[in-house]
């Protein structure tokens, strides 16, 4: 099975997602990392040299070349803006949903995002928000500690597999 993870930049994928991997002893993938890797540059290089739409193209390709095993998929915070990428992610589908508030506290001291430098986390939350609620199979709070909302999902999961 598949879990990927949709959110907000600063939402707390990759942190959540490496916790939860480990849990349920799955491989861990974060989709920006994979296209660095592949793309022999960062991210905020690809947007620089090539834009936006051709970094799209690179995370949609990558979606198309995740192993066929049982992984956690931290995606990055755009993977919603091509409906394409719906179709591509067989398996459950996990919203983090994060208060404004505390992303735009967590992002202080993290890199600035590409996106960020051209619009604000307001705005980047209100152009994407019914996106994530559209793409999501389950919305799950990320508010608390990494692993308490580690805990909420597989709550979730265990209910999934009792259906």
Known sequence: MKIFLIGMPGSGKSTVGRLLANKLNYTFVDLDGMIERHALMFI????EKFGEVKF???ETESLKNLPDCDLVVSCGGGIITKKENKTLMKGIKVYLDTDIEIIRKRLETDYIRPLLKKKS????YNERYLKYVDFADVMISNEKSPEETVDLIMNHLSKEDKK
Do not use: P
Request: proline fraction near 0%; aromatic fraction near 10%; glycine fraction near 0%.
């Open 44 to 47: 905020d290089e690809i947007f």
């Open 56 to 58: 799209r193209e690179l």
């Open 121 to 124: 986390l307001d705005q980047l």
